[in-house]
């Protein structure tokens, strides 16, 4: 298993954009989802150590922990820390798995193609970061990494 942390706050995958370059149209991924996903390949490629490219069939685990709004009160951040205030704010958890999934395309497998089964959970966090764990599926199942 595979297991790294994305640090900072949790970004979704952008929409692309279209662009006109010398008279040509074209469609343009944000600078902000680059940066991102290239965050993600950094903290992947640290983790692989080297190790090849899953090329078969994975499984995965995916934890956003969303930062807590500052403007909140001590009690509500209190609550959102307990869990009994989840985050139902953006980024969308779907697009999180995109920008993660296309970051790891080439530096952790072949493509993403290859994800199976998947879990995904958003909740918020003091320390807000993207957790991955990932496994090929004849490996033993993982419930969570450990906060």
Sequence with gaps: MI???????PQGKGRPKVVKIAGFTRMATPAKTVAYEGLVAHAAQAAMSG?????AAVACNVF??????ASWSQKKQRQAMAGEVLPTTKPDADNVVKAVF???NGVLWRDDVLVVDLRVRKRYAATPCVRVEVW????????????
């Design 102 to 104: 296309d970051g790891l």
């Design 136 to 147: 090929a599926v004849d490996e033993p199942a993982q419930m969570e990494v450990a906060a």
């Design 3 to 9: 297991a790294f942390t994305v640090p900072g706050a």
């Design 51 to 55: 190790a090849p490219l899953f090329d």
């Design 64 to 69: 956003i922990d969303a930062p807590v709004p």
